[in-house]
Protein backbone atom coordinates (compact mmCIF):
# COMPACT_ATOMS: atom_id res chain seq x y z
CA UNK A 1 0.00 0.00 0.00
CA UNK A 2 1.30 3.57 -0.80
CA UNK A 3 2.33 5.54 2.15
CA UNK A 4 0.10 8.72 2.15
CA UNK A 5 1.51 12.05 1.50
CA UNK A 6 2.75 13.31 4.26
CA UNK A 7 2.67 17.86 5.08
CA UNK A 8 3.99 18.96 8.57
CA UNK A 9 2.93 22.42 9.61
CA UNK A 10 5.09 24.24 11.87
CA UNK A 11 3.09 26.29 14.21
CA UNK A 12 0.14 26.34 15.55
CA UNK A 13 -1.65 30.15 15.72
CA UNK A 14 -3.96 31.46 13.08
CA UNK A 15 -2.22 30.41 10.49
CA UNK A 16 -1.31 27.06 11.48
CA UNK A 17 -4.52 26.18 12.23
CA UNK A 18 -6.65 27.62 9.43
CA UNK A 19 -3.97 25.45 7.49
CA UNK A 20 -4.90 22.22 8.77
CA UNK A 21 -8.78 23.05 8.81
CA UNK A 22 -8.35 23.79 5.50
CA UNK A 23 -6.31 21.03 4.53
CA UNK A 24 -8.26 18.27 6.43
CA UNK A 25 -11.59 19.18 5.75
CA UNK A 26 -10.60 18.07 1.65
CA UNK A 27 -8.16 15.77 2.57
CA UNK A 28 -8.63 12.09 4.31
CA UNK A 29 -6.39 11.06 6.70
CA UNK A 30 -5.57 8.14 4.28
CA UNK A 31 -4.73 10.38 1.75
CA UNK A 32 -3.14 13.24 3.22
CA UNK A 33 -1.11 12.61 6.68
CA UNK A 34 -1.22 16.16 8.27
CA UNK A 35 0.80 17.12 11.33
CA UNK A 36 1.24 20.50 13.18
CA UNK A 37 3.71 21.20 15.61
CA UNK A 38 3.81 23.69 17.89
CA UNK A 39 5.11 24.97 21.58
CA UNK A 40 3.38 25.84 24.10
CA UNK A 41 6.46 27.33 25.79
CA UNK A 42 6.95 29.80 22.52
CA UNK A 43 3.18 30.88 22.36
CA UNK A 44 1.48 32.50 19.12
CA UNK A 45 1.70 36.18 18.59
CA UNK A 46 -1.43 36.41 20.32
CA UNK A 47 -2.80 39.84 18.51
CA UNK A 48 -4.88 39.64 15.41
CA UNK A 49 -8.51 40.48 16.49
CA UNK A 50 -9.79 42.45 13.63
CA UNK A 51 -10.71 40.73 10.37
CA UNK A 52 -12.03 41.12 6.56
CA UNK A 53 -15.73 39.98 5.25
CA UNK A 54 -13.91 37.11 3.31
CA UNK A 55 -13.21 35.33 6.73
CA UNK A 56 -17.02 34.33 6.42
CA UNK A 57 -15.94 32.46 2.92
CA UNK A 58 -13.25 30.58 4.86
CA UNK A 59 -15.66 29.85 8.04
CA UNK A 60 -18.63 28.64 5.10
CA UNK A 61 -15.83 26.23 3.51
CA UNK A 62 -15.03 24.40 6.36
CA UNK A 63 -18.52 24.33 7.44
CA UNK A 64 -18.32 26.44 11.03
CA UNK A 65 -21.41 27.74 12.24
CA UNK A 66 -21.31 31.36 12.24
CA UNK A 67 -23.10 31.66 15.86
CA UNK A 68 -21.30 29.45 17.24
CA UNK A 69 -17.93 30.46 16.37
CA UNK A 70 -19.23 34.14 16.96
CA UNK A 71 -20.14 32.90 21.07
CA UNK A 72 -17.17 30.97 21.28
CA UNK A 73 -14.26 33.35 20.23
CA UNK A 74 -16.58 36.69 21.69
CA UNK A 75 -16.61 38.26 18.68
CA UNK A 76 -18.16 41.49 17.66
CA UNK A 77 -19.70 42.34 14.27
CA UNK A 78 -17.07 45.15 12.04
CA UNK A 79 -18.51 47.15 9.57
CA UNK A 80 -15.40 48.82 8.83
CA UNK A 81 -12.39 50.87 10.00
CA UNK A 82 -12.97 54.82 11.27
CA UNK A 83 -10.02 56.40 10.69
CA UNK A 84 -9.37 59.68 12.77
CA UNK A 85 -6.80 62.27 12.53
CA UNK A 86 -6.01 60.77 9.21
CA UNK A 87 -5.13 63.03 6.05
CA UNK A 88 -5.32 65.85 8.54
CA UNK A 89 -5.89 66.65 12.10
CA UNK A 90 -9.69 67.07 13.16
CA UNK A 91 -10.94 64.86 9.60
CA UNK A 92 -12.71 61.74 10.50
CA UNK A 93 -13.51 59.00 8.03
CA UNK A 94 -14.88 55.66 7.60
CA UNK A 95 -13.38 52.77 5.38
CA UNK A 96 -16.74 50.68 4.77
CA UNK A 97 -17.58 46.89 3.90
CA UNK A 98 -19.90 48.35 1.53
CA UNK A 99 -20.81 50.13 -1.38
CA UNK A 100 -21.33 53.69 -2.33
CA UNK A 101 -24.76 53.60 -3.97
CA UNK A 102 -26.56 50.33 -4.61
CA UNK A 103 -24.04 48.80 -7.93
CA UNK A 104 -27.37 46.59 -8.30
CA UNK A 105 -29.11 49.87 -9.76
CA UNK A 106 -26.10 50.62 -12.48
CA UNK A 107 -25.41 54.11 -11.83
CA UNK A 108 -21.63 55.61 -10.47
CA UNK A 109 -22.69 57.22 -7.72
CA UNK A 110 -19.12 59.27 -6.62
CA UNK A 111 -18.96 61.12 -10.57
CA UNK A 112 -22.58 61.53 -10.09
CA UNK A 113 -21.94 63.18 -6.54
CA UNK A 114 -19.17 64.93 -7.86
CA UNK A 115 -21.49 66.84 -10.34
CA UNK A 116 -24.11 67.22 -7.77
CA UNK A 117 -21.63 69.01 -5.87
CA UNK A 118 -19.98 71.16 -8.30
CA UNK A 119 -21.50 74.05 -7.31
CA UNK A 120 -22.31 74.40 -4.36
CA UNK A 121 -21.83 71.85 -1.03
CA UNK A 122 -24.10 69.24 -1.24
CA UNK A 123 -24.50 65.95 0.63
CA UNK A 124 -21.31 64.46 1.63
CA UNK A 125 -20.30 61.45 0.13
CA UNK A 126 -20.83 58.96 3.19
CA UNK A 127 -24.40 59.95 3.47
CA UNK A 128 -24.70 57.62 0.65
CA UNK A 129 -23.15 54.40 2.03
CA UNK A 130 -25.49 52.24 3.85
CA UNK A 131 -22.55 50.68 5.86
CA UNK A 132 -21.19 53.85 6.93
CA UNK A 133 -24.22 54.91 8.14
CA UNK A 134 -24.84 52.10 10.24
CA UNK A 135 -20.99 52.45 11.44
CA UNK A 136 -22.14 56.12 12.74
CA UNK A 137 -25.18 54.76 14.13
CA UNK A 138 -23.94 52.05 15.75
CA UNK A 139 -26.26 49.75 14.23
CA UNK A 140 -26.42 45.98 12.94
CA UNK A 141 -28.26 43.32 11.56
CA UNK A 142 -27.43 40.44 8.88
CA UNK A 143 -27.59 41.92 5.08
CA UNK A 144 -30.71 41.17 2.80
CA UNK A 145 -29.61 38.97 0.29
CA UNK A 146 -31.72 40.58 -2.48
CA UNK A 147 -29.21 43.03 -4.67
CA UNK A 148 -31.85 44.75 -5.18
CA UNK A 149 -32.60 45.90 -1.58
CA UNK A 150 -30.61 48.90 0.06
CA UNK A 151 -30.10 46.32 3.02
CA UNK A 152 -27.96 43.97 0.60
CA UNK A 153 -25.02 46.53 -0.09
CA UNK A 154 -22.43 45.90 2.55
CA UNK A 155 -21.00 43.33 4.55
CA UNK A 156 -19.69 42.38 7.68
CA UNK A 157 -16.63 41.02 9.45
CA UNK A 158 -15.89 40.30 13.09
CA UNK A 159 -13.46 41.34 15.64
CA UNK A 160 -12.60 38.50 18.07
CA UNK A 161 -10.22 36.76 19.82
CA UNK A 162 -7.85 35.52 17.86
CA UNK A 163 -6.69 32.65 20.59
CA UNK A 164 -9.82 31.32 21.04
CA UNK A 165 -10.14 31.45 17.24
CA UNK A 166 -6.94 29.36 17.04
CA UNK A 167 -8.10 27.12 19.91
CA UNK A 168 -11.64 26.73 17.76
CA UNK A 169 -9.82 25.56 14.40
CA UNK A 170 -7.88 23.45 16.40
CA UNK A 171 -10.44 21.26 17.87
CA UNK A 172 -12.28 20.98 14.48
CA UNK A 173 -8.47 19.90 12.85
CA UNK A 174 -8.40 16.99 15.39
CA UNK A 175 -11.80 15.77 14.70
CA UNK A 176 -10.69 15.82 11.06
CA UNK A 177 -7.33 13.54 11.70
CA UNK A 178 -4.70 16.43 12.46
CA UNK A 179 -2.11 15.13 14.51
CA UNK A 180 -0.65 17.43 16.85
CA UNK A 181 2.79 17.59 18.39
CA UNK A 182 4.06 19.66 21.38
CA UNK A 183 7.38 20.52 21.35
CA UNK A 184 10.11 22.92 20.10
CA UNK A 185 11.86 22.51 17.04
CA UNK A 186 15.49 22.87 17.31
CA UNK A 187 16.93 21.57 14.11
CA UNK A 188 15.92 21.51 10.63
CA UNK A 189 17.49 18.67 8.43
CA UNK A 190 17.47 19.50 4.14
CA UNK A 191 18.55 17.05 1.28
CA UNK A 192 21.97 17.03 0.08
CA UNK A 193 21.21 17.59 -2.79
CA UNK A 194 18.25 18.83 -3.86
CA UNK A 195 18.43 21.31 -0.87
CA UNK A 196 14.81 20.31 0.06
CA UNK A 197 13.79 20.07 4.06
CA UNK A 198 14.06 16.29 4.85
CA UNK A 199 13.19 16.66 9.13
CA UNK A 200 12.96 19.04 11.96
CA UNK A 201 13.85 17.89 15.16
CA UNK A 202 12.25 19.06 18.35
CA UNK A 203 14.33 19.88 22.08
CA UNK A 204 13.07 16.10 23.38
CA UNK A 205 14.83 14.42 20.36
CA UNK A 206 12.01 13.38 18.16
CA UNK A 207 12.52 13.90 14.55
CA UNK A 208 9.73 14.72 12.38
CA UNK A 209 10.03 14.19 8.42
CA UNK A 210 7.47 15.15 5.86
CA UNK A 211 7.05 15.68 2.06
CA UNK A 212 6.03 18.92 1.95
CA UNK A 213 6.34 21.49 5.55
CA UNK A 214 4.16 24.57 5.83
CA UNK A 215 6.04 27.16 7.72
CA UNK A 216 3.82 29.04 10.10
CA UNK A 217 6.01 29.55 12.83
CA UNK A 218 5.16 33.49 13.15
CA UNK A 219 8.09 36.19 12.95
CA UNK A 220 10.87 33.59 13.38
CA UNK A 221 9.93 32.34 9.51
CA UNK A 222 12.01 29.04 11.01
CA UNK A 223 11.89 27.21 7.14
CA UNK A 224 11.22 29.86 4.43
CA UNK A 225 13.69 32.57 6.34
CA UNK A 226 15.92 30.61 8.67
CA UNK A 227 16.39 27.49 6.80
CA UNK A 228 16.43 28.10 3.43
CA UNK A 229 17.50 31.56 3.84
CA UNK A 230 15.01 33.13 0.67
CA UNK A 231 15.89 36.81 0.12
CA UNK A 232 13.42 38.92 1.93
CA UNK A 233 12.19 42.43 0.09
CA UNK A 234 12.40 45.03 2.43
CA UNK A 235 9.51 47.66 2.40
CA UNK A 236 10.23 49.71 5.24
CA UNK A 237 11.27 52.84 3.13
CA UNK A 238 7.23 53.04 2.46
CA UNK A 239 5.51 51.49 5.81
CA UNK A 240 7.72 52.87 8.26
CA UNK A 241 6.31 51.71 11.52
CA UNK A 242 8.59 49.13 13.04
CA UNK A 243 6.82 48.60 16.20
CA UNK A 244 3.75 47.99 18.15
CA UNK A 245 2.62 48.20 21.55
CA UNK A 246 -0.20 45.99 22.38
CA UNK A 247 -2.85 47.02 25.88
CA UNK A 248 -5.68 45.43 26.52
CA UNK A 249 -8.28 47.10 28.56
CA UNK A 250 -11.69 45.75 30.30
CA UNK A 251 -15.16 45.04 27.87
CA UNK A 252 -16.89 48.60 26.75
CA UNK A 253 -20.59 49.26 27.59
CA UNK A 254 -21.44 50.39 24.31
CA UNK A 255 -19.66 48.00 21.92
CA UNK A 256 -18.90 49.87 18.62
CA UNK A 257 -19.14 47.84 14.88
CA UNK A 258 -15.74 49.18 13.64
CA UNK A 259 -12.07 49.17 14.30
CA UNK A 260 -11.29 52.44 15.39
CA UNK A 261 -7.68 53.71 14.13
CA UNK A 262 -6.25 57.22 15.43
CA UNK A 263 -3.72 58.38 13.90
CA UNK A 264 -0.95 60.02 16.32
CA UNK A 265 2.58 62.11 16.32
CA UNK A 266 4.47 58.88 15.02
CA UNK A 267 2.21 56.11 14.09
CA UNK A 268 -1.17 55.53 14.86
CA UNK A 269 -3.25 53.96 17.59
CA UNK A 270 -6.35 51.15 17.64
CA UNK A 271 -8.78 50.30 19.59
CA UNK A 272 -10.88 46.75 18.51
CA UNK A 273 -14.03 46.35 20.60
CA UNK A 274 -14.53 42.30 21.59
CA UNK A 275 -17.56 41.10 23.67
CA UNK A 276 -15.56 40.49 26.89
CA UNK A 277 -12.48 42.96 26.63
CA UNK A 278 -10.68 46.23 24.01
CA UNK A 279 -7.86 45.62 22.07
CA UNK A 280 -5.28 48.60 22.13
CA UNK A 281 -2.19 49.15 20.55
CA UNK A 282 0.05 51.90 18.95
CA UNK A 283 1.81 50.75 16.03
CA UNK A 284 4.94 53.48 15.56
CA UNK A 285 7.89 54.34 14.24
CA UNK A 286 11.03 53.91 16.46
CA UNK A 287 13.12 56.05 14.76
CA UNK A 288 10.42 58.93 15.77
CA UNK A 289 9.57 58.13 19.18
CA UNK A 290 11.31 56.16 21.81
CA UNK A 291 9.10 53.35 23.42
CA UNK A 292 8.69 54.82 26.63
CA UNK A 293 6.95 57.70 24.98
CA UNK A 294 5.12 55.42 22.59
CA UNK A 295 3.84 53.44 25.47
CA UNK A 296 2.62 56.54 28.07
CA UNK A 297 0.94 57.65 24.69
CA UNK A 298 -1.19 54.81 24.60
CA UNK A 299 -1.58 54.15 27.91
CA UNK A 300 -2.86 57.87 28.88
CA UNK A 301 -5.12 57.32 25.77
CA UNK A 302 -6.84 54.36 26.58
CA UNK A 303 -10.88 53.90 27.89
CA UNK A 304 -11.07 51.33 30.90
CA UNK A 305 -8.44 49.23 33.21
CA UNK A 306 -5.76 47.84 31.26
CA UNK A 307 -6.13 44.63 31.65
CA UNK A 308 -2.43 42.49 31.36
CA UNK A 309 0.95 44.59 31.03
CA UNK A 310 1.71 46.38 27.93
CA UNK A 311 3.66 43.97 25.61
CA UNK A 312 6.39 45.53 22.91
CA UNK A 313 6.43 43.93 19.35
CA UNK A 314 8.92 44.73 16.56
CA UNK A 315 8.68 44.22 12.66
CA UNK A 316 9.61 44.97 9.42
CA UNK A 317 7.44 45.49 6.47
CA UNK A 318 7.99 43.49 3.54
CA UNK A 319 7.74 39.72 2.42
CA UNK A 320 10.14 37.09 0.91
CA UNK A 321 10.76 37.23 -2.59
CA UNK A 322 9.20 33.75 -2.76
CA UNK A 323 7.06 32.94 -0.03
CA UNK A 324 7.15 29.09 -1.67
CA UNK A 325 10.45 27.83 -2.15
CA UNK A 326 11.30 24.06 -2.53
CA UNK A 327 9.34 22.18 -0.95
CA UNK A 328 8.04 24.69 1.92
CA UNK A 329 5.81 27.44 1.49
CA UNK A 330 5.47 30.34 4.12
CA UNK A 331 2.13 31.07 5.29
CA UNK A 332 1.44 34.03 7.65
CA UNK A 333 3.84 36.20 9.55
CA UNK A 334 6.17 33.50 8.29
CA UNK A 335 5.93 34.78 4.95
CA UNK A 336 5.71 38.63 5.53
CA UNK A 337 4.30 41.14 7.16
CA UNK A 338 2.35 44.12 6.50
CA UNK A 339 1.53 46.36 9.15
CA UNK A 340 -2.47 45.79 10.76
CA UNK A 341 -3.49 49.23 9.53
CA UNK A 342 -6.81 47.46 7.23
CA UNK A 343 -6.45 44.01 9.18
CA UNK A 344 -4.97 42.12 6.26
CA UNK A 345 -2.78 39.22 7.81
CA UNK A 346 -5.26 36.92 7.80
CA UNK A 347 -7.05 37.87 4.82
CA UNK A 348 -3.71 37.08 3.07
CA UNK A 349 -3.38 33.33 5.23
CA UNK A 350 -6.65 32.68 3.73
CA UNK A 351 -5.29 33.34 0.29
CA UNK A 352 -2.47 31.30 0.70
CA UNK A 353 -3.82 28.38 2.05
CA UNK A 354 -6.61 28.33 -0.72
CA UNK A 355 -3.96 28.97 -3.65
CA UNK A 356 -1.67 26.52 -2.10
CA UNK A 357 -4.88 23.75 -1.77
CA UNK A 358 -6.26 24.73 -5.24
CA UNK A 359 -2.87 23.67 -6.79
CA UNK A 360 -2.34 20.72 -4.71
CA UNK A 361 -1.80 17.94 -5.29
CA UNK A 362 2.04 19.07 -6.61
CA UNK A 363 2.28 17.09 -10.05
CA UNK A 364 4.39 19.61 -11.93
CA UNK A 365 6.05 21.24 -8.73
CA UNK A 366 7.73 24.29 -10.84
CA UNK A 367 5.12 25.46 -12.84
CA UNK A 368 2.91 25.65 -9.69
CA UNK A 369 5.43 27.03 -7.33
CA UNK A 370 5.57 29.69 -9.87
CA UNK A 371 1.68 30.33 -10.13
CA UNK A 372 1.52 29.96 -6.10
CA UNK A 373 3.90 32.75 -6.19
CA UNK A 374 2.57 35.18 -8.68
CA UNK A 375 -0.77 35.06 -7.09
CA UNK A 376 0.47 35.88 -3.34
CA UNK A 377 3.28 38.90 -4.93
CA UNK A 378 -0.11 39.90 -6.48
CA UNK A 379 -1.78 40.09 -3.43
CA UNK A 380 0.72 41.50 -0.81
CA UNK A 381 2.15 44.32 -3.40
CA UNK A 382 -1.78 45.13 -3.78
CA UNK A 383 -2.26 45.89 -0.31
CA UNK A 384 0.85 47.71 0.33
CA UNK A 385 -0.19 50.32 -2.05
CA UNK A 386 -2.98 50.35 -0.13
CA UNK A 387 -1.44 50.86 3.23
CA UNK A 388 1.47 53.65 1.43
CA UNK A 389 -1.82 55.80 0.17
CA UNK A 390 -2.70 56.08 4.14
CA UNK A 391 0.36 57.66 5.03
CA UNK A 392 1.59 59.72 1.77
CA UNK A 393 -1.92 61.60 0.99
CA UNK A 394 -1.60 63.55 3.85
CA UNK A 395 -1.72 67.15 4.67
CA UNK A 396 -0.32 66.73 8.18
CA UNK A 397 2.73 69.27 8.83
CA UNK A 398 2.61 68.52 12.84
CA UNK A 399 5.46 65.91 12.94
CA UNK A 400 8.58 64.26 11.15
CA UNK A 401 6.61 61.29 10.31
CA UNK A 402 3.92 62.88 8.14
CA UNK A 403 6.34 65.21 6.92
CA UNK A 404 8.62 62.24 5.89
CA UNK A 405 5.66 60.43 4.25
CA UNK A 406 3.91 63.04 2.31
CA UNK A 407 7.39 63.56 0.63
CA UNK A 408 8.66 60.14 -0.37
CA UNK A 409 8.63 58.63 -3.36
CA UNK A 410 5.85 55.92 -3.92
CA UNK A 411 5.56 52.70 -5.92
CA UNK A 412 4.73 53.42 -9.46
CA UNK A 413 1.56 51.54 -9.32
CA UNK A 414 0.34 53.65 -6.55
CA UNK A 415 1.56 57.01 -8.26
CA UNK A 416 -0.81 55.64 -11.19
CA UNK A 417 -3.94 55.32 -9.12
CA UNK A 418 -3.55 58.28 -7.66
CA UNK A 419 -3.40 60.10 -10.91
CA UNK A 420 -6.18 58.47 -12.42
CA UNK A 421 -8.18 59.63 -9.31
CA UNK A 422 -6.93 63.08 -9.22
CA UNK A 423 -7.45 63.39 -13.14
CA UNK A 424 -11.09 62.37 -13.47
CA UNK A 425 -11.93 60.14 -10.59
CA UNK A 426 -11.50 57.34 -12.19
CA UNK A 427 -10.35 54.14 -9.99
CA UNK A 428 -9.26 50.59 -11.94
CA UNK A 429 -11.03 47.81 -10.79
CA UNK A 430 -9.98 44.28 -10.72
CA UNK A 431 -11.36 40.99 -10.69
CA UNK A 432 -8.82 39.38 -7.91
CA UNK A 433 -7.40 40.45 -4.76
CA UNK A 434 -7.80 43.37 -2.50
CA UNK A 435 -9.23 46.00 -2.36
CA UNK A 436 -12.17 47.00 -4.38
CA UNK A 437 -13.30 50.03 -5.92
CA UNK A 438 -15.61 51.30 -2.64
CA UNK A 439 -12.23 50.59 -0.19
CA UNK A 440 -9.96 52.81 -3.09
CA UNK A 441 -12.76 55.89 -3.16
CA UNK A 442 -13.43 55.79 0.94
CA UNK A 443 -9.44 55.90 1.13
CA UNK A 444 -8.36 58.46 -0.95
CA UNK A 445 -11.70 60.57 -0.65
CA UNK A 446 -11.10 60.42 3.13
CA UNK A 447 -7.29 61.32 3.20
CA UNK A 448 -8.35 64.53 0.71
CA UNK A 449 -7.29 63.94 -2.45
CA UNK A 450 -10.23 65.11 -5.20
CA UNK A 451 -10.72 65.29 -8.60
CA UNK A 452 -9.77 67.98 -11.12
CA UNK A 453 -12.63 67.01 -13.50
CA UNK A 454 -15.93 64.54 -13.87
CA UNK A 455 -16.10 61.87 -16.04
CA UNK A 456 -16.87 63.17 -19.44
CA UNK A 457 -20.25 60.88 -19.71
CA UNK A 458 -21.64 62.59 -16.30
CA UNK A 459 -20.88 66.00 -17.45
CA UNK A 460 -24.08 65.96 -19.73
CA UNK A 461 -26.84 64.92 -16.81
CA UNK A 462 -28.59 67.38 -15.30
CA UNK A 463 -26.92 68.30 -11.90
CA UNK A 464 -30.81 69.43 -10.18
CA UNK A 465 -31.74 66.02 -11.34
CA UNK A 466 -28.83 64.20 -10.02
CA UNK A 467 -29.18 66.04 -6.81
CA UNK A 468 -32.84 65.02 -6.73
CA UNK A 469 -32.20 61.14 -6.73
CA UNK A 470 -29.67 61.34 -4.33
CA UNK A 471 -31.34 63.41 -2.08
CA UNK A 472 -33.89 60.65 -2.02
CA UNK A 473 -31.42 57.78 -2.17
CA UNK A 474 -29.52 59.23 1.20
CA UNK A 475 -33.38 59.87 2.91
CA UNK A 476 -34.29 56.00 2.11
CA UNK A 477 -30.42 54.90 3.78
CA UNK A 478 -31.55 56.93 6.98
CA UNK A 479 -34.80 56.00 7.53
CA UNK A 480 -33.87 52.35 6.75
CA UNK A 481 -30.86 52.52 9.37
CA UNK A 482 -33.22 54.25 12.13
CA UNK A 483 -35.18 50.91 12.35
CA UNK A 484 -32.25 48.61 12.20
CA UNK A 485 -31.54 47.31 16.00
CA UNK A 486 -28.17 48.44 18.00
CA UNK A 487 -25.56 46.44 17.90
CA UNK A 488 -25.11 45.60 21.23
CA UNK A 489 -28.63 44.28 21.09
CA UNK A 490 -27.52 41.70 18.02
CA UNK A 491 -24.96 40.83 19.93
CA UNK A 492 -27.07 39.82 22.79
CA UNK A 493 -29.52 37.76 20.53
CA UNK A 494 -27.32 36.30 17.89
CA UNK A 495 -24.29 35.19 19.35
CA UNK A 496 -23.69 36.58 23.05
CA UNK A 497 -20.04 35.47 24.46
CA UNK A 498 -19.69 32.24 26.06
CA UNK A 499 -15.80 32.76 27.35
CA UNK A 500 -15.20 35.06 30.25
CA UNK A 501 -11.44 36.67 30.60
C1 LIG B 1 0.72 44.50 16.28
C2 LIG B 1 0.01 43.53 15.37
C3 LIG B 1 -1.35 43.64 15.18
C4 LIG B 1 -2.00 42.77 14.31
N1 LIG B 1 -3.34 42.92 14.07
C5 LIG B 1 -3.93 42.17 13.12
C6 LIG B 1 -5.31 42.33 12.81
O1 LIG B 1 -6.02 43.12 13.41
N2 LIG B 1 -5.83 41.56 11.83
C7 LIG B 1 -5.09 40.64 11.14
O2 LIG B 1 -5.61 40.00 10.22
N3 LIG B 1 -3.82 40.42 11.48
C8 LIG B 1 -3.22 41.16 12.43
N4 LIG B 1 -1.92 40.93 12.74
C9 LIG B 1 -1.24 39.80 12.16
C10 LIG B 1 -1.68 38.54 12.94
O3 LIG B 1 -1.26 38.65 14.26
C11 LIG B 1 -1.15 37.28 12.30
O4 LIG B 1 -1.44 37.26 10.95
C12 LIG B 1 -1.80 36.07 12.91
O5 LIG B 1 -1.76 36.13 14.30
C13 LIG B 1 -1.12 34.81 12.42
O6 LIG B 1 0.09 34.63 13.07
P1 LIG B 1 0.92 33.34 12.71
O7 LIG B 1 0.08 32.14 12.91
O8 LIG B 1 1.56 33.54 11.41
O9 LIG B 1 2.08 33.41 13.83
P2 LIG B 1 2.02 33.16 15.40
O10 LIG B 1 0.70 33.46 15.98
O11 LIG B 1 3.20 33.86 15.99
O12 LIG B 1 2.25 31.60 15.55
C14 LIG B 1 3.53 31.04 15.41
C15 LIG B 1 3.47 29.60 15.86
O13 LIG B 1 4.73 29.00 15.60
C16 LIG B 1 5.15 28.27 16.74
N5 LIG B 1 6.60 28.23 16.76
C17 LIG B 1 7.48 29.22 16.53
N6 LIG B 1 8.73 28.77 16.68
C18 LIG B 1 8.64 27.44 16.99
C19 LIG B 1 9.59 26.41 17.28
N7 LIG B 1 10.91 26.66 17.29
N8 LIG B 1 9.12 25.18 17.56
C20 LIG B 1 7.81 24.91 17.57
N9 LIG B 1 6.86 25.85 17.30
C21 LIG B 1 7.28 27.09 17.04
C22 LIG B 1 4.56 29.07 17.91
O14 LIG B 1 4.46 28.27 19.06
C23 LIG B 1 3.19 29.43 17.35
O15 LIG B 1 2.31 28.36 17.54
C24 LIG B 1 -1.26 41.77 13.64
C25 LIG B 1 0.11 41.63 13.88
C26 LIG B 1 0.75 42.51 14.73
C27 LIG B 1 2.23 42.36 14.97
Known amino acids: ??????????????????????????????????????????????????TLPQLQEFNKFVGIDEQDMMQK????????IKFDDWGSIGNSYVHPFGQYGNKAKGNNIYQQWALANQDSAFLSLPQLSYAIQLCLNNKFELPAQDPNQIKSTYSYAYHFDATLYAQYLRSISEQFGVTRIEGMIQTVSNHV?????????????????????????GFRSLLLGDNLQTEFEDWS??????????????????????TLSTAKE?????KIPLQHRTGNGYVYCSDMINEQAAMDSLLTNIEGKPLSDPKVLKFKAGRYAKTWNKNCVGIGLASGFLEPLESTSIYLIQ????????????????VIANEFNRNIDNEYDRIRDFLILHYHQNQRNDSELWRYCQNMSVPDSLKEKMTLFEQRGYIDTYKYGLFNHGSW????????????????????????????????????IEESVYKVPRHNIFLQNYCPAKVKE
Open 1 to 50: MNKPYQLVIVGGGTAGWMFATAASHLYSAKQLQIILIESEQIGSVGVGEA
Open 73 to 80: TNATVKLG
Open 193 to 217: QSGDIKSVTLKDGQVISGDFFIDCS
Open 237 to 258: KWLICDRAIAAPTEKLKTIPNY
Open 266 to 270: AGWQW
Open 351 to 366: TAITSFLRLFPLNNKE
Open 441 to 476: LSVLHGQGLRPKEIDPFTRGMSALEIQKQLEEFAAE
